[in-house]
């Protein structure tokens, strides 16, 4: 799992996947959440960004399904139904975005 603490900053123009699960077996829902958070160009959290946020599979093969679409609110979206089946590769990278912001993708989740 990995985790960040950030500043409060500007206006949000970039998406970040600050948690993620290390590991996750293959068709199960993921043991832990995923956590996208709007931050400025500087990398500070923005507090005030709503919207909605959408996950993908970046890299790697199989099926991201579950709840891949979160509103955000105060800056932060919350991803906690999310599993990947038939990836043969062993392991993929989540992509995260939202209307007007650049999009963010994960570090590597070993499946």
């Known amino acids: 799992m990995t985790s960040s ?20 077996e293959n068709a199960a829902n993921f043991p832990s959440s995923v956590e996208v958070y709007a931050q400025d160009a500087n990398g500070n959290w923005d507090p005030n960004w709503t919207g909605d946020v959408t996950l993908s599979l970046a890299t790697g093969d199989g099926l991201l399904s579950g709840s891949l679409t979160a509103s955000a609110t105060g800056g932060y979206a919350e991803f906690t139904n999310v599993r990947v089946t038939g990836v043969t590769t062993g392991s993929v990278t989540l992509r995260a975005t939202a209307s007007g912001l650049s999009p963010a993708t994960s570090a590597e989740v070993t499946v």
Not at 13 to 23: D, F, W
Request: neutral net charge; aromatic residues 4%.
């Open 5 to 24: 603490v950030y500043l409060v900053g500007d206006a949000a123009t970039k998406l970040a996947v600050v948690t993620t699960p290390g590991s996750v």
